[in-house]
């Protein structure tokens, strides 16, 4: 089955600085890549995500990058604010056609905390 | 609220006992999946339905767990027999299906056995 890790476990930046999350995956079939944030207490929540035939993704200022060859993706944060102080977790799954996704296997997760 | 719900949000119960949980999830989203986390892990996967159908399960879910949708609306976890490492949240995700791959998280059952 799929396996995902992610690094780091921990990432502390300061407010306004960049943050970068990568993770690696090991089924060459999985197509479809989403992030989410989970607030303290609260649901996980969809951030942004990637389809396999694409290799990188914005918006605003949370970026997602792909590489296929060699099976890792990452989420980048510019402009870091207190607010995004949360844990990102990263995900795997096959999409099947029709668009209709199977089942997630998540990453461990980061825990950032951007100081003012 | 039209997100995903779920009922209880919290659970204490002793080891042994039954517990069922109760998801719905948002309307006309035709999968409907189960997850459980503990903490500092990301969720797991336990099982999905596709509108009534269960299609898959993971080994995760020993025989003491049971899942159903019995309209394919709502959906009920039960867990029998519980035991200490059950402690977890317990996530219920859906997505609309064909067509769409986002999958909306609820706010979870958290549980506790003691």
């Known amino acids: 089955g799929e396996n995902v890790e992610q690094h780091p476990s921990t990432l502390s930046v300061q407010e306004g600085d960049s943050a970068v999350i990568k993770c690696t995956y090991s089924?060459?079939?999985?197509?479809?890549f989403p992030w989410y944030k989970q607030e303290l207490g609260k649901r996980p929540q969809l951030i942004i995500d990637?389809?396999?035939?694409?290799g990188e993704k914005k918006d605003q200022r949370i970026a997602v990058t792909l590489n296929k060859t060699a099976k890792h993706f990452s989420l980048h944060i510019t402009e870091t604010q207190p607010e995004d102080s949360a844990v990102y977790f990263c995900a795997a799954s096959l999409s099947l056609s029709g668009g209709s996704n199977y089942k997630l296997t998540f990453g461990k997760g980061t825990l950032l905390t951007v100081n003012p | 609220d039209t997100g995903v719900s779920q009922d209880p949000r919290h659970k204490i119960t002793k080891r042994g006992q039954n517990v069922t949980f109760r998801c719905d999830p948002i309307s006309e989203h035709n999968r409907l999946y189960w997850y459980r986390q503990t903490l500092g892990q990301g969720p797991e996967f336990l099982t999905y339905f596709q509108n009534e159908a269960q299609l898959e399960k993971s080994r995760l879910l020993s025989d003491r767990f049971s899942a159903e949708r019995p309209k394919g609306s709502f959906s009920t976890l039960e867990i029998q027999r519980t035991e200490q490492g059950d402690s977890a949240m317990y996530l219920c995700?859906?997505?609309?299906?064909?067509?769409?791959?986002?999958?909306?998280f609820g706010p979870g059952t958290r549980l506790t056995v003691t």
């Open positions: 990637i389809r396999s035939n694409v």
């Open positions: 089924d060459s079939a999985s197509n479809y």
């Open positions: 995700a859906s997505s609309l299906g064909t067509g769409s791959t986002e999958q909306y």
